[in-house]
């Protein structure tokens, strides 16, 4: 096909570099330089895609971000396939594969369009109204049947190939837009010594002054596009200044700190892309930002003024003098303002066929007499009241204005064209300054929100500042950077500009019309389908809040974040209300700016890099016998050791038995170690324990259960009196870090007169723990030398010993009742301290055992497992655990709080055992138990918080919290589960060895 | 995100800190003598102003030391780091 509407030159294209692309699978050619939107525009392509509600054609309607319509899916089906991807904004390269996303089954021929048919019955709120009820109907018919026809485009079915990447970046100033008051301030920030960045979202420089060829505009008896490329060139020699092409601020956070996506290959293609890096996400912190990030033109909201064809009068010209690219061969322009004159003359100096209508009465500017003298027609204070046309506007139908704007009047007039321009006025981009905690204020003349206050140290420039014309830009932007930056060089104190504009607009957010507004169709938001009788609609219903507004007629609320139709939206509700439109306030600016891929929020922290894995010593010993890993926060600890094919319930009950009848060894590396020194460290865990500390002896241990100050169970683990001043704290696995913060926390704020020093040594030491009968006789071979007497290395007591000269800690303490040694080496050592007790075990049978078996071990017993069979809603009392609760001590943490009403209550959650009448039937955990199935609703009496089938016992076990269940000790609850409901009888939760005498056997 | 001058090692992101929760609450010194409401007072009850607030913030990933700072929740502004046991400068 070839490029009909390619018939102008143009310096920005590279004319010698020709692309082919596919477009819904058809074969078009472009320029390298060219997006995809002026490319197709070059090959006469409007049509892109259907509307989301009513799926009528929508064509492309502007050049930028802001663009509603024009969103494609990008790089056909294999996993580099990205949906939304705004035309606008996507660069062509050779090879590129798009296609229209919101048009099933074709762009062509929609059925969906059935509904632009049938569209008085969807107002505002329909699908609320609609489909959510009956309910169940949602997730069969109603839900897959909207998401099919409304394709919201696809994504990829399998992982991102591509490269991201994170970076930091630090400046003195920070310029956020390239167009002409972000390089003048560039360029004063950089002369004045300044670290500076500049960033653009653009593949070049120059706003659109770059492409301002007319006369009217000058800069110092210059054309303004030609003093501006010298400074482009001027600056790109400038020392301290960095420029960021393709990069796009998505969001300004407080503090000056913010997050630009910098594209560095969306624009080449797959061959050039391979394995290099695709994004990267810029994690600003500037001393001073300077925003200059521009302003987006105003639609007009009038009668259907959503074909393919009607674009922003702005973008048309910028298609043309950028593009070099004509939308059209018979132009309208439909203005209220005198910028839209800049597209009739340059549409008219390439020799196109224009006619301007304003709704204006006239307009005394030399840039209007530049038009009138070019012989254009200009239909003063007219509007259109109606357009034709389906896949490509065809003419529009005009009235002239009465007196005081509210209405039309007289005879209708047809006008053919085929290419519709439009313009509003103009919108400041003020998204970032509002996310950096600015706030706006509302200036009435040209009903535009502007930058007012800021927090941090920031200005705004430029037309998003407001300015609009290019003497107020330039002046404005010279005199605050330079108050801004203190500057004292500054090159443009004597720049003359001529501007040939007349500011005056005449803003009505809602045209007149002829039909009465039921019977029109003014689109706002051309993304989501809403109207301007949507909004009243939703009014009328009794919304007021903008943001309301918003959601109930899902303005604002596309892709596009509703960035051309917000404004009108807010104006519409003034109008209605009889609201002054500045106490209205704007909806919430939240980041990012534009869509943001997940590759670029995640960066390299994908798969292994996703967080941080903790291996313990013996991790590799685990890996070559086959173990099983679970994950235990960050640390992957040995799940179960299948042998032979054995599952893992067949791993576990092996592992179990053979540790009560001989020797299992544990790898217990990952438990919490904290070291405890100074002088005051006996009392300090007496604060922090619930049991005493003072009277442990030296080379004794002790359990300690460790409470929030509300009274709830916190964390626990054995502790070890090393020395006189000198304790080994163990916490669980998972805790480690937060009682390591929440003691230090104690200490530093509340007991800063406490001499206490921690110290985390988790990882500086590995520990085995041997457990069984035979594990006494395996120490004595490791420590031939250490006495393991039991009336002098009796139950809760340690040694220090030494392994070939290595210095070891040895704690006679048990997690699985059984008899048991913890042996701590130096990390370094921990891999061949585990061969050695395997070696020396191996005549006992020594097993291995994971984390399952050691659960089910100490469930015979009744030990819990903090965060397991408690949730931060239990108290010791109600783990029937009175006994480690000291009543002699005045305070410890948490004491007071087990003395409120609600703690001392007896009908609380407490722990129990659960023994099923089928011996054989094993609970599920977190099943819930009841007493009455038959009462409804069921009263939810606990639910299972451990469970097995114990081997040493031959029959199933569970531990639960049950209301009352102190009480209940002998009788009968439910457990019901989905296909059946299992009796169980509540029993004390010690099942195996309650006197304790396997300890010391 | 803010910077946080911590009085230790000075100006760091806010991603190193982690927050404490207002100031100034001292825990009583005898709860045993308090009233359930007087004890609930201390545990639960929390100004959360908007405007300048006195809290505590940790250097979690520094010198893990708590210190006090002077925040405006309204805009985030931070007004002044004092150690902990300082008392609160005037802003
Ligand atoms: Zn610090």
Redesign the pocket.
């Known amino acids: 096909m070839s490029e009909n509407f390619r018939s102008i030159e143009t310096k920005f294209l590279d004319k010698t570099n020709r692309i082919s692309f596919k477009y819904n699978g058809k074969k078009y050619y472009g320029y390298k330089g060219d997006t995809l939107a002026s490319a197709l525009l070059s090959n006469g392509v409007h049509l892109i895609g259907r509307s989301f509600k009513y799926h009528r054609p929508r064509g492309i309607m502007t050049c930028g971000s802001e663009e509603p319509n024009a969103i494609v899916q990008i790089g056909g089906n294999g996993s580099f396939t990205e949906p939304n991807v705004r035309a606008t904004e996507q660069e062509i390269y050779e090879g590129l594969e798009a296609s229209s996303q919101n048009c099933w089954p074709s762009v062509e021929f929609d059925i969906g369009g059935i509904n632009n048919l049938i569209s008085p019955v969807i107002p505002a709120g329909f699908y609320y109204k609609t489909f959510m009820w009956p309910k169940k109907l949602w997730y069969s018919l109603y839900e897959p049947a909207i998401r099919l026809s409304a394709g919201l485009g696809k994504s990829p079915t399998q992982p991102d190939p591509e490269l991201y990447d994170h970076n930091h970046l630090h400046c003195d100033v920070l310029i956020v837009g390239g167009g002409i008051s972000g390089i003048i301030a560039a360029s004063i920030s950089a002369d004045n010594g300044n670290n500076t960045v500049l960033i653009d979202d653009k593949n070049s420089l120059g706003g659109s002054t770059i492409y301002q060829n007319d006369e009217n505009f000058k800069i110092n008896d210059e054309i303004s596009s030609t003093w501006l490329d010298k400074k482009i060139k001027e600056l790109k020699k400038k020392q301290n200044l960095t420029i960021k092409h393709r990069t796009s601020v998505a969001a300004f956070h407080g503090y000056n700190y913010l997050l630009a996506r910098e594209s560095l290959a969306d624009h080449k293609s797959l061959d050039e892309r391979l394995n290099k890096l695709r994004q990267r996400l810029w994690k600003i912190r500037a001393k001073k930002v300077i925003l200059a990030t521009g302003a987006i033109e105003r639609p007009l909201i009038f009668n259907n003024n959503d074909r393919p064809g009607v674009m922003l009068a702005n973008s048309v010209k910028k298609y043309i003098d950028f593009f070099g690219v004509k939308c059209g061969n018979k132009n309208i322009i439909f203005t209220n303002n005198d910028s839209a004159y800049e597209t009739a003359i340059s549409l008219n100096k390439k020799g196109i066929e224009v006619v301007v209508i304003d709704i204006r009465k006239n307009s005394s500017s030399t840039l209007v007499q530049t038009t009138k003298d070019a012989g254009i027609k200009i239909y003063w204070n007219h509007a259109i009241v109606n357009t034709s046309g389906y896949r490509r506007i065809k003419s529009i139908q005009i009235m002239e204005m009465s007196e005081d704007g509210t209405n039309v009047v007289g005879k209708k007039t047809s006008l053919l064209c085929d290419s519709l321009s439009i313009s509003g006025g103009w919108t400041p981009m003020v998204h970032l300054f509002t996310q950096s905690g600015g706030k706006l204020k509302f200036r009435d003349a040209d009903q535009v929100f502007l930058p007012n206050t800021v927090i941090s140290d920031q200005i705004s420039i430029g037309s998003c500042n407001g300015d609009f014309e290019l003497d107020d830009v330039i002046k404005n932007t010279i005199s605050e950077c330079k108050n801004f930056l203190s500057a004292s060089v500054i090159d443009y104190d004597l720049l003359k500009v001529s501007c040939p504009k007349q500011k005056e607009s005449k803003n009505i957010w809602l045209l007149p019309n002829n039909k009465p507004l039921g019977k029109t169709k003014p689109f706002l938001d051309f993304q989501n389908d809403s109207t301007a009788k949507d909004i009243k609609l939703a009014m009328r219903e009794g919304f007021k809040s903008i943001e309301h507004v918003k959601r109930y007629t899902t303005t604002g609320m596309g892709t596009d974040q509703g960035k051309l139709a917000n404004m009108h939206a807010l104006g519409i509700i003034s109008e209605t209300a009889g609201v002054k439109m500045g106490s209205l306030g704007t909806t919430t600016f939240r980041p990012p700016y534009t869509p943001l891929t997940f590759g670029t929020i995640v960066g390299r922290n994908v798969g292994t890099f996703f967080d941080i894995t903790r291996k313990t010593p013996m991790h590799d010993w685990h890996k070559d016998h086959k173990a099983q890993f679970e994950n235990v926060g960050q640390w992957k600890r040995a799940w179960y050791y299948p042998k032979d094919g054995e599952n893992m319930y067949q791993a576990v009950q092996r592992e179990s038995k053979a540790a009560r009848e001989s020797a299992g060894i544990l790898d217990a590396s990952t438990l919490g170690k904290i070291d405890i020194k100074g002088t005051d460290a006996s009392e300090f865990l007496n604060r922090v324990y619930t049991n005493a500390w003072s009277k442990l002896g030296i080379s004794k241990c002790r359990y300690g259960l460790m409470l929030n100050e509300d009274g709830m169970v916190y964390d626990d683990g054995v502790t070890t009196r090393l020395g006189e001043n000198h304790y080994l704290m163990t916490t669980t696995t998972g805790g480690a870090a937060n009682v390591l913060s929440k003691l230090e926390d104690y200490l530093q704020t509340e007991w800063p007169e406490l001499d206490v020093w921690l110290t985390s040594v988790t990882d500086h030491f590995a520990t085995a723990s041997i457990c069984g009968p035979n594990s006494k006789n395996i120490l004595k071979k490791l420590f031939p030398n250490l006495d393991f007497n039991d009336e002098n290395f009796p139950h809760m007591s340690f040694k220090n010993a030494e392994m070939d000269g290595i210095n070891c800690r040895i704690m006679r303490i048990s997690f699985t009742g059984e008899h048991s040694y913890e042996i701590n080496i130096e990390s370094k050592y921990g891999k061949s301290l585990w061969e050695k007790c395997m070696d020396a075990g191996k005549e006992f049978n020594i097993t291995p055992y994971g984390t399952e078996t050691m659960h089910l071990l100490r469930a015979e017993k009744g030990f819990i497992i903090v965060g397991q069979d408690t949730d931060g809603t239990m108290t010791p009392i109600d783990l029937q655990m009175d006994w480690i609760v000291s009543k002699k001590k005045y305070d410890f943490i948490g004491k007071r709080s087990l003395y409120r009403s609600d703690t001392m209550r007896e009908d609380r959650k407490q722990l129990v055992g659960l023994l099923t009448d089928n011996p054989k039937e094993i609970l599920e955990e977190g099943a819930q138990i009841v007493k009455n199935e038959k009462k409804q609703p069921i009263e939810m009496l606990g639910h299972v918080t451990s469970s097995y089938f114990s081997p040493n016992l031959n029959k199933s076990i569970a531990l639960a919290v049950v209301k009352n269940g102190k009480k209940l000790k002998g009788q009968k609850l439910l457990v019901p589960m989905k296909d059946k409901t299992i009796n169980v009888t509540v029993s004390d939760f010690i099942f195996f060895d309650s006197k304790n005498e396997r300890l010391n056997a | 995100m803010f910077i946080i001058n ?1 009085p ?2 000075g100006e ?1 992101d806010q991603s190193e800190f982690s927050a404490g929760g207002e100031a100034h609450i001292v825990r009583p010194k005898q709860p045993t003598e308090l009233s359930d409401d007087e004890w609930a007072d201390f545990l639960f009850m929390r100004k959360n102003i908007k405007g300048i607030q006195f809290e505590r913030w940790n ?1 979690a990933h ?2 893990r ?1 708590w210190f006090n700072v002077i925040r405006d929740t309204s805009n985030d502004k931070i007004h002044a780091v004092y150690k902990m046991g300082e008392k609160p400068p005037s802003i």
């Open positions: 911590c230790f090692c760091r250097h520094g010198c030391k």
